[in-house]
């Protein structure tokens, strides 16, 4: 039964079409498993590269790209929306300058293994003062009060599964999630 978010419809802007092994999937793969969740919008991306366009009936479309950061020559061009992915082993609040300047969306999976920050104060703000979201990974989740901190920041939150396959989708949509129409690159289409 999905997940009934106070805030708006279920999405997930997080899906991967490619994989970490010579695996990939096509929008399509996904669509009984989105029609299942009741997810009806969903976001697929590929690292380092954007995904074809593909549409899928009754369910809102966004193709995106999740670019590693520092940056490694990934372009956002043609992209609806970007996630940075910060690589392992740097400070998240070091590699906000970079985010600004490679125009990022959203900051993915900020509390995957190996990811850090020293300053969430200062995080929180440029990513209020540049309109950057925060996403709330269902594979790593987070510290509650961060997401708190954030909401109360200004800085929106996202809801991604980072499913690299239809069976790891994810509807376990906290309550303060942002709701899609409210971010700045969906609004136009919802």
Known sequence: MPNSNSRGRIYDLHIHLDTHSPVRFSPSDYYVALLEFGIAAAGFVMHDAVPAYEPLEGIAAYFGIECTIPRTGA??????????????????????????????????????????????????????????????????GGPDWIYERADANGVQITFGSDAHAPDQLSIDMPPFVTPLSELPFAAHSV
């Open 75 to 140: 372009r956002r061009r043609k992209a609806d929306y970007s996630l940075a992915h910060a690589a392992r082993g740097h400070d998240l609040a070091d590699l906000v300058g970079d985010m600004v300047r490679e125009r990022i969306d959203i900051l993915a999976h900020p509390f995957a293994p190996g990811t850090l920050c020293s300053d969430w104060d200062y995080l929180l703000d440029m990513m209020s003062e540049h309109t950057i979201a925060i996403e709330y990974n269902a594979s790593y």
